[in-house]
């Protein structure tokens, strides 16, 4: 993912890049067992809460792949940015 953020961003702040997406990656795994207890406690199976939690990886793909078509095209008409 280095190498990406690199050609996407730029050198100059990709330590600052990298900071920030591994603060948000330990947050998130932080919070997902708790997520989960709390959907338990609330009476929901573990296959729904499965489900959630797939469609929700699903979603971020979905989100991340537009995100990198934009920033081609971004990038092809602007090749200096």
Wanted: hydrophobic share 55%; proline share 4%; no cysteine.
């Amino acid at each position: 993912m280095g190498a990406l953020w690199a050609e996407l961003y730029g050198t100059q702040h990709i330590g600052a890049i990298r900071a920030l997406v591994h603060t948000v990656m330990v947050l998130a795994t932080a919070a997902s067992p708790v997520l989960a207890g709390a959907m338990l406690d609330r009476g929901l199976n573990p296959s729904d809460i499965a489900q959630l939690f797939a469609g929700y990886a699903l979603s971020a793909s979905l989100l991340a792949g537009v995100a990198i078509r934009w920033e081609k095209r971004r990038f092809a008409r602007y090749p200096d940015n």
